[in-house]
């Protein structure tokens, strides 16, 4: 393998990393917090803990420069609780926090409370959860060995269903394989990465678990004797395990919201894994390239308005100037109109592997391409040129999407797929779901654009 650098980078002279996985559990203690479920409706408070919780990391090393990318089974987390976290880990370039999405954990953002007008989020708990996974990355850290890496991807249309017209699903499973780069070989982990809801308990559960990730998880575990971390991608628009059939060995079919289709699911994801590992090719991970953008985006939803008002959701917020790239501090006094929130986008290069950091839950359209086109007459904004594309602007093979990375903004919609006025797309009486979880329309313009900025900067960056 030979070794080369780019400009300025002047410890990337070696041409290996280091990886090392760890791991903490951050179920809930229900002696000591009070556990709000979240992802569906207010008011749905745990009873008691079907499988357990955890903060799952990935520490890489290159030269002196660590990256750690987290993964945790809660519903997501804000932009300023991941300053907080990487305020104690000063020591690292950059590190990545993802939630799985998970909607049978506790309330992590406030939405989820005993009721619409009361946050479900136990301070006490987000406590443990910040030092959870930060004893997750340090544990990780003591694993780190020289290691090879190998890429898998696979196509799985199979395990997700799409409930919002268009139908589009971004259905590649990815996995990283982590080899020792000593003469035994041996496996040093897993990293998965996989674009469905983990909802598949449904909305009547009242016990905390990971849902089918934990399941995806256990089976990996046993099968390849490594530690795995398993990342969640694209889930907007809206792709989940509810509604889709799956069926047991039987050939029976599995009801939502029940344990039996949720292992099933798992198990069928952890197929899904083995599969791509068996078409898994040797990738180089050095040199480093890592990019990242904060950018501002306009609160125009009116019910996240209120709920910042009403202290549910607590997030900083700042003055939108209409420039997403300026900050600007709220005067006490600003109005509602006026109200921005800060949020990051990044683009790690990681030798031959891309990875995109999305804060939020973004359409597969706006990942793989299949923004309506023509566009629909019944759309509020038919004029909205389409977005760039994420995978047209991050051109693969080797590349992954990691989704509510180091944010939860909530859903990323294509501008001319808004469609909260009548007449509404597709000739329907009623308008789709999706707009209500959304900041706003100019979300997907204003990130989709400064993603496209971060991947042509300094394009013509020449290789030594
Ligand atoms: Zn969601």
Redesign the pocket.
């Known amino acids: 393998m030979t070794s080369y650098s780019l400009h300025g980078a002047p410890d990337a002279g070696a041409d290996f990393f280091e990886v090392g996985l760890g791991e903490r559990e951050i179920t809930p203690d229900l002696k000591r917090h009070t556990v709000w479920l979240a992802g569906f409706g207010s008011g749905r408070r745990a009873e008691g803990v079907h499988d357990p919780l955890y903060a799952r990391a990935v520490v890489l090393r290159y030269g002196k420069r660590k990256l750690a990318l987290i993964s945790i089974d809660v519903i997501g987390l804000f932009y300023q609780e991941v300053k907080a976290v990487r305020a104690q880990l000063a020591d690292y370039e950059y590190v990545l926090i993802s939630s799985t999405?998970n909607h049978e954990g506790p309330d992590t953002l406030g939405l989820w409370g005993p009721n619409l007008a009361t946050t479900g989020v136990d301070l006490g708990y987000m406590d443990y959860l910040r030092q959870g996974i930060i004893r997750a990355v340090r544990e990780a850290e003591k694993q780190l060995r020289p290691a090879h890496a190998r890429y898998g991807i696979v196509r799985a249309p199979e395990l997700l269903q799409d409930s919002r017209l268009p139908i589009v699903k971004h259905d590649e499973l990815v996995v990283l394989e982590f080899i020792s780069r000593d003469g035994q070989q041996r496996r040093l982990g897993l990293l998965v990465q996989w674009n469905c809801?983990p909802e598949t308990l449904g909305s009547k559960n009242k016990l905390i678990s990971a849902d089918f990730v934990g399941v995806t998880v256990r089976a990996l575990v046993e099968k390849y004797k490594c530690r795995v971390a398993y990342f969640t991608g694209t889930?907007g628009g809206l792709l989940s395990s509810l509604g889709l059939p799956i069926r047991d060995e039987q050939g029976r079919l599995l009801a939502d919201g029940t344990w039996e289709k949720t292992e099933r699911y798992g198990i069928l994801v952890a197929r899904k894994v083995e599969e791509a590992l068996q078409g898994a090719k040797a990738v180089r991970l050095v040199p480093w390239r890592i990019r990242r953008q904060v950018v501002y985006l306009p609160v125009a939803n009116r019910y996240y308005r209120a709920a910042a008002q009403l202290k549910v959701v607590v997030r900083e917020t700042f003055l939108w100037t209409g420039n997403p790239y300026q900050r600007r501090e709220a005067p006490p006094d600003a109005k509602l109109d006026d109200l921005a929130i800060e949020t990051e986008l990044g683009l790690l290069e990681l030798g031959e592997l891309k990875i995109v950091a999305i804060p939020g839950?973004i359409y597969p359209e706006l990942v793989v391409g299949g923004v309506q086109d023509p566009v629909d007459p019944g759309a509020d904004y038919p004029e909205a040129p389409i977005e760039p594309i994420v995978y047209e602007e991050v051109k693969g093979p080797v590349r992954m999407l990691i989704g509510l990375a180091n944010d939860e903004i909530g859903y990323i919609i294509p501008k001319r797929q808004w469609d909260e006025r009548p007449p509404f797309c597709y000739g329907r009486k009623q308008a789709q779901y999706g707009e209500i979880n959304s900041l706003g329309p100019e979300t997907a313009p204003i990130l989709l654009e400064a993603l496209r900025r971060l991947a042509r900067e300094h394009k013509d960056v020449k290789l030594r």
């Open positions: 999405h809801h889930v839950e």
